[in-house]
């Protein structure tokens, strides 16, 4: 797939000019209100103007924001929408892999704008890619992390992904940063949470891995429980021919201690082994107050020169 270009790169957009902002609810419906209005606050002070899919309005379903055609037709109508700009998620949780097979991916294509989030989002990003070529944005959610006073570089990266082609970082600006193996490799790029991909395998909506830079993240899951997920990739096939891989944040209750994280990296760098690939950890991404925007489905480049020389490339069209 190394050579296959997407077919839908979403016009970029800037903060400094005002937007029309759609918000969806694909996954969960919100445990605080107030995130999102706060969120919704941050937005409208930016000068964008905000328009609210009906999902938002439920609320009454014990873990999903609304029925699944409620879902389907607010991601359906905030695409077909020729005055929304972007389509912003307001938060992840559980239930959007329930739409993936309902959902009619020419339709956004034709349509095509950004769409933004991630956790859960991870899978709509997934099968947006592999049914339509769709880029996306992985990253920050009105309902989770967007609003005043909000981690300056989360701000930055955030309105950065969307408005500008390329984004490097490396270690002088990002010492968590660490080399687990060495390596350079271009690829395609495929990011996300690692429960998410790792439970699309053997669908349709599971990306093609060769010859791509993988970035995976998640939060709430033992070590056990990751180790499983790794195990996976590996055993079905999927990750064979894997360009590199990049780790974002694991974070959660069950990961928190030191010896724990320490596990964990272990298990990146063996994985990392098996496959014959560079590795990357400590990428801010993820689960966490600070945090990138990525392009899913452009591009990323990645130098591993050594423990402590590490940079990344991200494009969201190719180089």
Same mark, same amino acid.
């Given at each position: 797939m190394?050579?296959?270009a997407p077919t839908a790169i979403p016009r970029p957009v800037h903060n400094s000019t005002p937007l029309t902002i759609g918000v969806i609810a694909p996954a969960s419906q919100m445990r605080d209100v107030s995130k999102l209005e706060a969120g919704i606050a941050y937005l409208q002070q930016q000068a964008h103007r905000v328009v609210l899919g009906d999902a938002l309005r439920v609320g009454t379903h014990p873990y999903l924001a609304a029925p699944d055609n409620l879902r389907i037709q607010d991601i359906h109508s905030m695409f077909c929408n020729p005055e929304i700009d972007v389509v912003w998620c307001s938060r992840g949780g559980y239930g959007t892999p329930r739409l993936l097979s309902q959902l009619d991916y020419a339709l956004l294509a034709q349509h095509n704008k950004p769409l933004v989030g991630f956790s859960d989002i991870t899978a709509l990003q997934c099968a947006m890619f592999t049914q339509a070529n769709?880029?996306?944005f992985s990253g920050a959610m009105v309902g989770v992390d967007i609003r005043a +006073?909000?981690?300056v570089e989360t701000?930055?990266?955030m309105w950065d992904a969307l408005a500008h082609d390329t984004i490097t970082l490396d270690q002088n600006s990002h010492p968590t940063l660490t080399t687990l193996r060495e390596g350079t490799f271009a690829g395609r790029l495929i990011c996300g949470n690692l429960c998410m991909i790792a439970s699309l395998? +053997?669908?349709p909506y599971m990306p093609d891995l060769e010859g791509t830079v993988l970035i995976v993240e998640d939060i709430g899951e033992p070590v056990y429980k990751i180790d499983r997920y790794l195990r996976q990739l590996e055993i079905s096939g999927v990750a064979s021919n894997l360009g590199a891989i990049v780790f974002g944040t694991f974070n959660g209750k069950n990961i928190e201690p030191e010896s724990e994280q320490h596990a964990l990296q272990e298990l990146?760098?063996?994985?990392?082994?098996?496959?014959g690939i560079p590795c990357v950890w400590g990428l801010p991404y993820g689960h966490t107050a600070h945090k990138l925007t990525l392009p899913?489905?452009?591009y990323a480049r990645l130098q591993?020169?050594?423990q402590h020389d590490v940079s990344l490339t991200f494009r969201t069209s190719a180089p």
């Open positions: 190394g050579d296959v769709m880029v996306s +006073g909000m981690n701000e930055t990266w395998i +053997g669908s990146a760098r063996e994985f990392a082994n098996n496959a899913f489905g452009g591993a020169h050594s």
